[in-house]
């Protein structure tokens, strides 16, 4: 008899499932879902499959202040080019501020400078009359296997070494480590935005890069059409190895032998370490840790 774990879970599972004899519907994903899976299936089956989702713990500090940064950024661009300039970015941070999972005001009110600062001195380095191609835009695209959706934080419109136009990828970050080529290069995300986006304006979309905003760096990497390509082919293989997961549930099997937990170091950052055995193992870290450092 199935347990009443397994069938919450299947409760979730035949949206993506064709009926026999027809072919299958394409896995509808995002990069997050991909991402959630190969880090570890137990987490994607909490976050994805699993209903109701499992009780997640506190909000995270770090997430916060990505979030302010990234609206604070596409605030700017939805000021008009004549106002734009490193004059509005204390109004535009004070309006985005989201203030979950800081350790205290002390805190937070740290964190809050140590943003602006790295958005003024970014936007400094903008052209105000520039308009990208998107903002926070959502690109999409199918191949035979998936149905991949993603919003991009910014897509550029620029001119390749030829004169001619292309669309780049850009991906805000507010982590502490610096960033390099090879995180570029090696970033499923950005190479999927840049096979969707290619589709999407039609025009070349090669150039990934991440704007490092506290050390104000770009780590930028140019994929070829074949390398584009190995990317989707490895969010295929990770799309088909969800499905079987998710089969093998549907047919009765052990949710949790499907969805194997992967502990790591991850799981002290893991949403669901208090409800994963496994994890819950792991050291824990505070909602604020990430975001601790002396300024
Ligand atoms: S706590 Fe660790 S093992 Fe458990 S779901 Fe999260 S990442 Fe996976």
């Known amino acids: 008899m199935a347990s009443s774990r397994s069938r919450t879970v299947s409760a979730a599972i035949p949206e993506q499932l064709g009926f026999a004899g027809m072919p299958e519907r394409l896995f509808v994903c995002t990069p997050s879902k991909l991402g959630a899976y190969t880090d570890c299936p137990r987490r994607y089956r909490y976050s994805y499959v699993d209903r109701p989702t499992p ?8 997430n916060s202040l990505g979030a302010s940064v990234h609206t ?9 080019p004549d106002r734009r300039d490193p004059s509005i970015v204390p109004a535009l941070l004070r309006a985005t501020w989201v203030s979950e999972g800081y350790r205290d005001s002390d805190q ?8 602006l600062g790295w958005l003024e001195t970014y936007v400094t380095g903008l052209d105000p009359a520039d308009e990208p191609l998107g903002v926070e835009r959502v690109v999409a695209a199918k191949t035979s ?3 991949f959706n993603g919003r991009a934080d910014r897509i550029d419109a620029r001119v390749d070494d030829d004169g001619r136009p292309e669309a780049v990828i850009v991906d805000y970050k ?33 150039r990934v890069e991440l704007h490092h905003l506290p050390t104000g ?11 584009l390509d190995r990317h989707v082919g490895r969010a295929e293989e990770t799309a088909r190895d969800i499905l079987a997961a998710e089969k093998a549930v549907t047919a009765g099997g052990d949710p949790d032998e499907a969805f194997p937990a992967q502990p790591g170091t991850l799981c002290g950052w893991c949403d669901f370490r208090r ?6 193992a792991m050291p824990a870290k505070e909602p604020w840790t990430a975001v601790d450092r002396p300024d």
Not at 55 to 62: F, S, T
Not at 72 to 80: D, G, H, S
Not at 175 to 194: P, T, W
């Open 174 to 206: 507010t982590g502490r480590s610096e960033l390099d080529a090879d995180d570029a290069r090696g970033s499923q995300a950005l190479a999927l935005y840049a096979y969707a986006a290619a589709r999407v304006f039609r025009r070349p979309c090669v």
């Open 108 to 115: 937070q009110r740290a964190v809050y400078h140590r943003a």
């Open 217 to 227: 760096t770009v780590a930028a990497h140019e994929h070829t059409p074949e390398s």
């Open 145 to 147: 296997v998936l149905a």
């Open 275 to 280: 409800v994963c055995p496994a994890g819950s």
């Open 72 to 80: 604070a950024l596409k605030n700017w661009y939805a000021t008009a």
């Open 55 to 62: 009780q997640k713990g506190p909000p995270w500090a770090h």
